[in-house]
């Protein structure tokens, strides 16, 4: 008889994990062609590049909606909505108070 009383193992989100390699991919890049960008002179190559470089920058949202997804997933069917808050505050006031979010 099998016991009821253990819980689901929840299913691996195996898309997580790929947008969480290409996010990182594209921070590894935007890095990369800093290192270049820092060493070239004004011209039509140094607009370029910045230009192309610019196009990475969806990583720092992108790191920020697969973080909600997977603090939304953990939390969704616990239905401990207080404590979840409750912590969340206190990391949103830490922040506030250190001076890294205005």
Do not use: C, P
């Not at 997580?16 to 004004?42: C, E, K, P, Y």
């Not at 011209?43 to 992108?62: E, I, N, W």
Request: net charge positive; no cysteine.
């Amino acid at each position: 008889m099998a016991n009821t009383t253990t819980a689901k193992k929840r299913q691996h989100l195996y898309e997580i994990d790929f947008m969480r390699i290409f996010f990182t991919l594209g921070v590894l890049f935007n890095h990369t062609v800093n290192q270049f960008t820092s060493a070239m002179t004004d011209g039509d190559a140094y607009y370029t590049v910045r230009s192309v470089r610019v196009m990475f920058h969806y990583t720092r949202m992108g790191f920020i909606f697969i973080s909600g997804v997977v603090l939304t997933l953990t939390y969704f069917k616990k239905h401990d909505w207080s404590k979840f808050l409750k912590k969340d505050l206190v990391v949103v006031s830490g922040l506030i108070y250190h001076g890294m979010l205005s």
